[in-house]
């Protein structure tokens, strides 16, 4: 999951997500399902925003992916917060959750 910064348009939300799609991809990885919940409210601020852009990605690694994709979300200025989790077996071909909440406007 990502959080980008609310001050990006949806191209350069865009293009931020794109940038770490072709680091997994390069490094051996291959994306699955790409969730855009969109803009929302944070549950509290974060170097004073309030809200960011949502992104839930399903992905497998390679050999690189994970200490590359790590370093480059680590120094991204676009990216809020992250988590990597690894999904158990029984996850398999089950659909990414859905945001539960309305979009924040603005």
């Known amino acids: 999951m990502l959080i980008v910064i609310p001050?990006?348009?949806?191209?350069?939300?865009?293009n931020t997500v794109g940038r770490f799609r072709t680091v997994i991809e390069r490094t051996g990885g291959e994306i699955g399902e790409v969730n855009n919940w969109g803009?929302?409210?944070?549950?509290?601020?974060?170097?004073h925003r309030a809200d960011g852009?949502?992104?839930v990605m399903e992905?497998?690694?390679?050999?690189?992916?994970?200490?590359?994709?790590?370093?480059?979300l680590r120094v991204s200025d676009d990216v809020l917060r992250h988590i990597i989790v690894k999904l158990?077996?029984?996850?398999?071909?089950?659909?990414?959750p859905e945001?539960?909440?309305?979009?924040?406007s603005g």
């Open 59 to 72: 992905f497998t690694v390679g050999e690189r992916t994970l200490p590359e994709l790590k370093r480059i």
């Open 88 to 96: 158990p077996p029984t996850y398999a071909n089950r659909p990414l």
């Open 99 to 104: 945001p539960e909440t309305a979009e924040v």
């Open 53 to 55: 852009f949502y992104y």
């Open 7 to 14: 001050e990006l348009d949806e191209e350069q939300v865009e």
């Open 39 to 47: 803009r929302r409210k944070l549950a509290y601020e974060i170097d």
